[in-house]
């Protein structure tokens, strides 16, 4: 079975900092990979995907994340932090099998601070 | 522009209340999805639907029930409301072929209250 683990509930950065948000999963199957924001009150926003023709994948807002298969991982990166990144961001992981679901991780609350 | 609404954004109602979230998309997919977050927690997916008069139950038990009578129409109903069932909705839609089918876009959600 699939499953998505994101390491660390909360992530704290200076504005202009190196912003990483990590990533593990498990599944089976080669799978689908994606990174959502979501700001307070809204809904979901899809950042990136991964789809298996590049293993470096570049999203919205300076948003990349790398697929490393020998590490199971799929971690997001941004070089810069800016103020406005301050939001909640979930992993999740394609459910093989047809039923098209995704599984996300817990998620995790990034704060940028000046 | 394609989209997908929710409406209402927030509902306070009292226990025992009939109540229906609406959930709409003009992106012209063919599955749809609720799920339920708590506050600062993960997503739970509750029901699901691949196409007009088909509907699952997801990962997560709910007493709410849904239908899918229109491809672009995804309601869901909770006959009598209880304070547990106090949550943000979230309604999602997906279409298209191999990752297209995964790629779900979400609406801005109903934060719901029972009290």
């Known amino acids: 079975a699939q499953s998505v683990t994101q390491l660390g509930s909360h992530v704290s950065v200076s504005e202009g900092a190196l912003v990483l948000l990590r990533c593990n999963y498990s599944?089976?199957?080669?799978?689908?990979l994606f990174w959502y924001v979501q700001y307070p009150n809204q809904g979901l926003q899809l950042l990136l995907k991964?789809?298996?023709?590049?293993?470096l994948v570049k999203g919205i807002n300076g948003f990349e994340a790398e697929f490393k298969k020998s590490e199971t991982s799929f971690h997001l990166t941004k070089p810069s932090a800016h103020m406005s990144d301050a939001a909640e961001y979930f992993c999740?992981?394609?459910?093989?099998?047809?039923?098209?679901?995704?599984?996300f991780g817990a998620g995790t609350r990034l704060a940028v601070h000046p | 522009e394609a989209d997908i609404y929710q409406t209402p954004r927030y509902l306070v109602i009292g226990t025992g209340k009939k109540i229906t979230l609406e959930c709409s998309q003009t992106?012209?997919?063919?599955?749809m999805y609720w799920y339920q977050q708590d506050p600062g927690m993960e997503l739970h997916l509750i029901h699901y639907?691949?196409?007009?008069?088909?509907?699952e139950k997801g990962d997560l038990s709910s007493e709410s029930t849904v239908s899918r009578i229109r491809t672009e129409h995804f309601p869901l109903t909770l006959e009598s409301a209880r304070p547990s069932h106090t949550s943000q909705y979230l309604c999602?839609?997906?279409?298209?072929?191999?990752?297209?089918?995964?790629?779900?876009?979400f609406g801005p959600g109903t934060r719901l209250t029972v009290t």
């Open positions: 999602a839609s997906s279409g298209g072929l191999a990752v297209s089918s995964y790629e779900q876009y």
């Open positions: 999740a992981v394609s459910v093989s099998g047809g039923y098209n679901k995704l599984i």
């Open positions: 991964y789809t298996s023709a590049a293993t």
């Open positions: 639907s691949y196409g007009v008069n088909s509907t």
């Open positions: 599944s089976s199957v080669p799978p689908y």
């Open positions: 992106m012209g997919h063919d599955k």
